[in-house]
Nanobody, 129 residues
Framework: QVQPVESGGGSVQAGGSLRLSCEASGYGDIINCVAWFRQSPGKAREGVAALYPSGNLTHYVDSVKGRFTVSQDNAKNTVYLEMNSLKPEDTAMYYC??????????????????????WGQGTQVTVSS
């Protein structure tokens, strides 16, 4: 399936942790970049992290650096977003998106929603204070 499928959202208290999963196929043939985006009510969708699986290269936006970690399990065609030290402002619908970029570094440099063609349905993350 080209469309990624997310799972793992939920509700936690501030300071807690959650791990999101994104299952997709076509790595190396159709896609070479997996990214996580989030959107809160009334706000634009923002990219938070990206992974170039072939080179195990990652990119994070400043607001999540040191707290979020993106990783992969090639055997399961799955990319994870480990979220630690969660804050109420992390509350959002989280989406996994995939794309193919001819230049691998664009996987992180072009972390905007209009650059990604394949989207999951989203999973809700709620952090209470």
């Amino acid at each position: 399936q080209v469309q990624p499928v997310e799972s793992g959202g939920g509700s936690v208290q501030a300071g807690g942790s959650l791990r999101l999963s994104c299952e997709a196929s076509g790595y190396g043939d159709i896609i070479n970049c997996v990214a996580w985006f989030r959107q809160s009510p009334g706000k634009a969708r923002e990219g938070v992290a990206a992974l170039y699986p072939s080179g195990n290269l990652t990119h994070y936006v400043d607001s999540v650096k040191g707290r979020f970690t993106v990783s992969q399990d090639n055997a399961k065609n799955t990319v994870y977003l480990e979220m630690n030290s969660l804050k109420p402002e992390d509350t959002a619908m989280y989406y996994c998106a995939t794309e193919w970029f001819p230049i691998y570094s664009d996987c992180g440099l072009r972390l905007s929603d209009f650059n990604f063609a394949h989207w999951g349905q989203g999973t809700q993350v709620t952090v209470s204070s």
